[in-house]
T-cell receptor, first 118, second 113 residues
Framework: DTEVTQTPKHLVMGMTNKKSLKCEQH?????MYWYKQKAKKPPELMFV???????INESVPSRFSPECPNSSLLNLHLHALQPEDSALYLC?????????????????FGPGTRLTVT | DAKTTQPPSMDCAEGRAANLPCNHS???????VYWYRQIHSQGPQYIIH???NNETNEMASLIITEDRKSSTLILPHATLRDTAVYYC??????????????FGEGTQLTVNP
């Protein structure tokens, strides 16, 4: 199974709502990522989790709160978002570097959640 | 990470080879060239990577110049489903995992019937 799944596919929320995005992988990857992609722009990294611990936060506003409850799941909790936060939110996973030759360590991406904030 | 430069767009006829160039003149010795693509409204997809030798897999071939300052991704028989934005990314293997992928603007490849 080389799939990263994301739910929901689409989400519309008001600025006072609280919602969560979910990501799941069963490839045994110990690195998981959240990216944000605005229309016609490349993806931009938001967070990285390594061994279920937050290792990189790209100065993301606190209205985005990531959580990694176990090695297969990654959540992104959303609260008090702004209309400019409307975007495609992509989850990815990859193995963590181990020095094993022949491993490409590529990131596997999910299909994304299309978020609209009204 | 070394900076990459790609043409913003390219066209290719269906069934013909698509050759996508990438310049990475500041690449350092331990950095690999990775290629990803993103079909409209889907997540990016890994294609291939290489250090200095040419590489081939079931999706594409990667040709890296001897001085490693540029590379070309080759889709040997492009189909309409290959229409996508193609990203060239330079990264060390160690930093490829657990770190950011810095996507540039990429090349929009349009395969025409």
């Amino acid at each position: 199974d080389t799939e990263v799944t994301q739910t929901p596919k689409h989400l519309v929320m008001g600025m006072t709502n609280k919602k969560s995005l979910k990501c799941e992988q069963h490839m045994g990857h110990r690195a998981m990522y959240w990216y944000k992609q605005k229309a016609k722009k490349p993806p931009e990294l938001m967070f990285v989790y390594s061994y279920e611990k937050l290792s990189i936060n790209e100065s993301v506003p606190s209205r985005f709160s990531p959580e990694c409850p176990n090695s297969s799941l990654l959540n992104l909790h959303l609260h008090a978002l702004q209309p400019e936060d409307s975007a495609l939110y992509l989850c990815a996973s990859s193995p963590l570097y181990s020095g094993t030759s022949g491993t490409s360590y590529e990131q596997y991406f999910g299909p994304g959640t299309r978020l609209t904030v009204t | 990470d070394a900076k990459t430069t790609q043409p913003p767009s390219m066209d290719c006829a269906e069934g013909r080879a698509a050759n996508l160039p990438c310049n990475h003149s500041t690449i350092s010795g331990n950095e690999y060239v990775y290629w990803y693509r993103q079909i409209h409204s889907q997540g990016p997809q890994y294609i291939i990577h290489g250090l200095k030798n040419n590489e081939t897999n079931e999706m594409a071939s990667l040709i890296i110049t001897e001085d490693r300052k540029s590379s070309t991704l080759i889709l040997p028989h492009a189909t309409l489903r290959d229409t996508a934005v193609y990203y060239c990314i330079v990264k060390s293997i160690r930093e490829a995992s657990g770190s950011r992928l810095t996507f540039g603007e990429g090349t929009q490849l349009t395969v025409n019937p």
